[in-house]
């Protein structure tokens, strides 16, 4: 048995002892949650970390429990259970389709805390964020709507989704503009130190995942896929800039001279993220207009209009 069916197994399947452990610790840290709002000390900073420790001992002790009933063992047996744990592309669709509904609320609550809060912050935001929502839907969008063959398809969701990048770029310019004006205003329910901690450890991996997954599909002929995960490069970079901003704004400093930085990065991410829709959409439809067309001659883009792809 390789190493991943085994590590699968085990989750799927974990020993008696590890489920009495994750129990024995789920309801300690639940108790001491509860305890600490008691005592009136809930709301402390220190207390976090048991609330954070209580929450996520509390889902594990559930999964404990469907581990138990072979809950999840039986899923597995499913056939798009099976789809999603043997095919890397249909996990990375799986992944990209959770990423385009988080933004989609994140857009949702940020236009009604924005309107509540009367924040232009906020509000440019949520603009980004539909922007970010674009290049995903476009891929969607043209490797489900039917016609052509599947490797049009995927070429075309590639060429498009290059656009969309590029609309991207332009869209998060606001946000790095505001930054550089000292509008970007941010609010803690936690010491800034633990904020910042949380966030650095959450865009690095982001960005190591975003590498590697661009490693990864270097060498596949699956357009879409790779357009995908252009994106989620994309993305990163511009969490990398939020990141940076975000730090320069609420870490102390030590008195140098720092307010070139965030023009710097931010230019060099919205440039970025321009060069990658630029090449995506030019290389798009190079191959598009060398695709065989029904009659066996190679296919002519010259008529096509960017915004109905006919």
């Given at each position: 048995?390789?190493?991943?069916?085994?590590?699968?197994?085990?989750?799927l399947?974990?020993?008696?002892?590890?489920?009495?452990v994750v129990?024995?610790?789920?309801?300690?840290?639940?108790g001491?949650?509860?305890a600490?709002?008691f005592?009136?000390?809930?709301?402390?900073?220190?207390?976090?970390?048991?609330?954070?420790?209580?929450?996520?001992?509390?889902?594990l002790?559930?999964?404990?429990?469907?581990?138990?009933?072979?809950?999840?063992?039986?899923?597995?047996?499913?056939?798009?259970?099976?789809?999603?744990?043997?095919?890397?592309?249909?996990?990375?669709?799986v992944?990209a389709?959770?990423?385009?509904?988080?933004?989609i609320?994140?857009?949702?609550?940020?236009?009604?805390?924005?309107?509540?809060e009367?924040?232009?912050?906020?509000?440019?935001?949520?603009?980004?964020?539909?922007f970010?929502?674009?290049?995903?839907?476009?891929?969607?969008?043209?490797?489900?709507?039917?016609?052509?063959?599947?490797?049009?398809?995927?070429?075309?969701?590639?060429?498009?989704?290059?656009f969309?990048?590029?609309?991207?770029?332009?869209?998060?310019?606001?946000?790095?503009?505001m930054?550089?004006?000292?509008?970007?205003?941010?609010?803690?329910?936690?010491?800034?130190?633990?904020?910042?901690?949380?966030?650095?450890?959450?865009?690095?991996?982001?960005?190591?995942?975003?590498?590697?997954?661009?490693?990864?599909?270097?060498?596949?002929?699956?357009?879409?896929?790779?357009?995908?995960?252009?994106?989620?490069?994309?993305?990163?970079?511009?969490?990398?800039?939020?990141?940076?901003?975000?730090?320069?704004?609420?870490?102390?400093?030590?008195?140098?001279?720092?307010?070139?930085?965030?023009?710097?990065?931010?230019g060099?991410?919205?440039?970025?993220?321009?060069?990658?829709?630029?090449?995506?959409?030019i290389?798009?439809?190079?191959?598009?207009?060398?695709?065989?067309t029904?009659?066996?001659?190679?296919?002519?883009?010259?008529?096509?209009?960017?915004?109905t792809?006919?």
């Amino acid at each position: 048995m390789k190493k991943r069916d085994k590590i699968l197994e085990f989750l799927l399947k974990p020993p008696m002892w590890v489920c009495i452990v994750v129990w024995v610790f789920g309801i300690v840290t639940l108790g001491g949650s509860i305890a600490l709002y008691f005592l009136g000390l809930g709301l402390k900073q220190w207390a976090l970390s048991v609330h954070l420790c209580a929450i996520v001992f509390f889902v594990l002790s559930v999964y404990a429990v469907l581990t138990v009933i072979g809950l999840p063992h039986r899923a597995k047996n499913n056939v798009r259970v099976q789809k999603f744990l043997g095919s890397y592309d249909v996990r990375a669709f799986v992944y990209a389709s959770g990423s385009v509904i988080f933004n989609i609320c994140y857009v949702v609550f940020g236009i009604i805390i924005a309107n509540l809060e009367q924040s232009v912050w906020l509000g440019v935001l949520v603009g980004y964020h539909i922007f970010l929502i674009v290049p995903r839907a476009t891929v969607f969008y043209m490797t489900k709507r039917g016609g052509g063959s599947k490797e049009e398809q995927n070429v075309r969701a590639y060429a498009y989704c290059g656009f969309a990048l590029i609309l991207l770029a332009f869209a998060v310019m606001p946000v790095i503009n505001m930054v550089m004006d000292d509008r970007n205003t941010y609010n803690y329910f936690v010491s800034g130190i633990i904020y910042v901690t949380a966030i650095s450890a959450y865009t690095f991996a982001k960005l190591g995942l975003a590498l590697y997954n661009l490693r990864k599909v270097r060498r596949s002929d699956n357009l879409s896929l790779k357009a995908i995960k252009n994106v989620s490069f994309a993305d990163a970079l511009i969490s990398i800039f939020a990141l940076q901003a975000m730090m320069l704004k609420v870490l102390p400093s030590d008195g140098h001279n720092i307010s070139i930085m965030n023009p710097v990065l931010g230019g060099f991410v919205s440039l970025g993220i321009f060069a990658l829709g630029l090449y995506m959409l030019i290389s798009g439809r190079k191959q598009l207009k060398a695709l065989p067309t029904d009659d066996g001659q190679e296919g002519d883009m010259t008529n096509i209009d960017m915004d109905t792809g006919e």
